[in-house]
């Protein structure tokens, strides 16, 4: 099954990966994008949270997919993917 028509849906998009994310984060851009969804931000979380490196891509982020940033921790990700959220929120309304 695919996904369904998502015209000017906004959406966010993360994933979690043990090694490195590749290209899952484009996969999913791309599928949303033919189905007609507008991505306001994602992340990638993978064992940087535990050793304080992350990716994320989103409003006002300037680090492109795959790269690696400082977090700290699990609750640091979390934290940090709340705030990808808030803002996509703010974007939308």
Known sequence: AGLPPLPGMPTVIYCTYAVAPKGTLG????ALARQ???VL?????GPGARTGAAS???AGATARP???R???SADGE???LARVLETAGAMTT
């Not at 996969?27 to 791309?30: A, L, P, Q, V």
């Not at 931000?41 to 979380?45: L, P, Q, S, T, Y």
């Open 78 to 80: 979390l934290a940090r």
């Open 27 to 30: 996969i999913m851009r791309e």
């Open 41 to 45: 931000a994602e992340a990638a979380f």
């Open 36 to 38: 007609g969804a507008v």
């Open 70 to 72: 400082g977090a700290g």
């Open 66 to 68: 795959g790269s690696r």
């Open 56 to 58: 994320r891509r989103g």
